[in-house]
Each structure stands twice: as C-alpha cells, then as structure tokens.
T-cell receptor, first 114, second 113 residues
Framework: GENVEQHPSTLSVQEGDSAVIKCTYSDSASNYFPWYKQELGKGPQLIIDIRSNVGEKKDQRIAVTLNKTAKHFSLHITETQPEDSAVYFCAARGTNTGGFKTIFGAGTRLFVKA | DAEITQSPRHKITETGRQVTLACHQT?????MFWYRQDLGHGLRLIHY???????NKGEVSDGYSVSRSNTEDLPLTLESAASSQTSVYFC????????????FGPGTRLTVL
C-alpha cells in the first residue's frame, strides 16, 4: 500500500542553525503534502503545505520543497529557536488513496539546544 | 471560535470493556477522521467519514467502530477493549471542496489494563 518514509527520526541542532527533515512517498498520484508540528500533549498542527504544481513554498523561517520526479519532499527550518522543539510529521495525500485519506510519516523529534 | 474537541482527555479501562471516545467539531466540516498514535508508527488511520451516515475503514480498523449521525460528531467505539489498543487517539476534520487541511483535536490517552 501507500507509504511515507521520514528521516531522521531524531534531530538535534544548536539554536540558530538550520534543520532539514526529508520524506519520500510511494504513491505517484499524491498531490498534496502537508507538514504538521506536534508539541507535547497536543494534537498535530499544520505549519505549511505544498501542492504538486509547486516546487517550493516559504513562510517566514520555514520552507518546503517538492521533487515529484524523485517523490521527495523536505521541510527546512532556518534560524531555529528553542520553541521549534517538537515532533514534526510529513504527510502525503493522493487521489488513489480514496479521496481524503492522508498517509503520515513516522515523525521527527527535533531538539533545539539553547 | 470554531474548534474540534475530544473527550475524555484521559481514560483508563479494563480488558473486555466497551469504551467510547467522543469527537465534536464546530466547523461544519464534511470529513472526519480517527487516528491512533503509537511510538514509531506516527499517525495511523482507524476510520473516517465523508458525511452523515457515511463511514469507512482505515488501515487499523479491527476492534473499532464509528457512526456518523450528524455533521458535528464522530464517536469512536472500542467494542471489547484490548491491551493492544492502549494508545493516544486523535480526531481530525477537514472541509471537502475548499481545503485539504486536517485540523486535529487535542487527543485522548487511553490505557487498557
């Protein structure tokens, strides 16, 4: 079935450095790629998303890139801050997955050291 | 403000008991979803609904059921709780036709002893 792989599972960076999280997906029909941030004790919150007709999208310190040929997409966080520490999930949704089902990666726990 | 809520936030039950987790959203969204979250597995889809009276099985639906009698609510029932169902459960909703964004509730931590 459809699958989304996410790497790394844990990432530790120094405050001010950049963090990159990478995902690959298996369903070539996937057309929507959201990223979620989950803080301790809370539900995932959407932070940025990208659609298949766009290669890159940026929102302040976060950006997402998409390579449809390679079926890769990545989250980039620049100038990291301690409040960026959380678990980040990538996800992919495709028309072959029955409409609105979204397949999630296993998550990346990001630690930003002050 | 519109929101999505879950109750209870924490629940401890015994093996074999029936448990129902509530999910309520005030966005008037058509689509609602139930996920479970376990370490190393991310979020796995249990059941989902595209509208009133519509329900569908996700990838880990065994032992769970849902019903959709109105737009706002999608309760999740564990017919006979098992220790393997100890997990954190998240409900989500999205508005078909406008955006694919799923909005998540705060979660319910369920422990089956």
């Amino acid at each position: 079935g459809e699958n989304v792989e996410q790497h790394p599972s844990t990432l530790s960076v120094q405050e001010g450095d950049s963090a990159v999280i990478k995902c690959t997906y298996s369903d070539s029909a996937s057309n929507y790629f959201p990223w979620y941030k989950q803080e301790l004790g809370k539900g995932p919150q959407l932070i940025i998303d990208i659609r298949s007709n766009v290669g890159e999208k940026k929102d302040q310190r976060i950006a997402v890139t998409l390579n449809k040929t390679a079926k890769h997409f990545s989250l980039h966080i620049t100038e990291t801050q301690p409040e960026d520490s959380a678990v980040y999930f990538c996800a992919a949704r495709g028309t072959n997955t029955g409409g609105f089902k979204t397949i999630f990666g296993a998550g990346t726990r990001l630690f930003v050291k002050a | 403000d519109a929101e999505i809520t879950q109750s209870p936030r924490h629940k401890i039950t015994e093996t074999g008991r029936q448990v129902t987790l509530a999910c309520h959203q005030t966005w008037n969204h058509n689509n609602m979803f139930w996920y479970r979250q376990d370490l190393g597995h991310g979020l796995r889809l249990i059941h989902y609904s595209y509208g009133v009276q519509d329900t569908n099985k996700g990838e880990v639906s065994d032992g769970y059921s849902v019903s959709r009698s109105n737009t706002e609510d999608l309760p999740l029932t564990l017919e006979s709780a098992a220790s393997s169902q100890t997990s954190v459960y998240f409900c989500a909703s999205s508005n078909r036709g406008r955006t694919d964004t799923q909005y998540f509730g705060p979660g319910t931590r369920l422990t089956v002893l």
